[in-house]
């Protein structure tokens, strides 16, 4: 655990070389599971995709996510939620924010807080290896270039 944190935090780390890393976000609000693919790169822009089931249909939402060093720690700030591949806004999805702080035993804590206020308790892991990278993104109609 303290290997996949510490991995973490270096790989959130803006860093010169014009890397990306993806991450897998598993949250849950209400009833409806959430599972997100984030693609960072190393200046702290990146692009998120969130997969949910609701209203009888799987829905795809896409957003422009910035990495920002708070005095509490990580926050990812999701930006402009909209249906994926498409420019059109989603009406009722609000945009994600993910809360990232490792305590003194180096416990990683994940929290999402969406912009309506609604909180949620998150998972994050680092998807390690092209082929791995490749096959998470392709359950988001994704891959890498």
Known sequence: MKKLTFLLLVALLPVIAK?????????TAGITRYR???????????????RYYANNQTNLIEQTIRLENTQYGYRLTG???RYADT??????????NFYLSQD??????????????TTSRCSIRLVQGYSSKNTVLSSFNWRLD
């Open 87 to 96: 420019q059109r806004r989603h009406p009722n999805y609000q945009p994600d």
């Open 19 to 27: 890397a990306q890393d993806v991450y897998e976000i598993t949250f």
């Open 36 to 50: 997100a693919a984030l693609v960072l790169w190393s200046n702290g822009s990146g692009q998120m995709r969130v």
């Open 79 to 81: 930006y402009n939620a």
């Open 104 to 117: 003194d035993y180096g416990n990683l804590t994940c929290l999402n807080i969406d912009d309506n206020g």
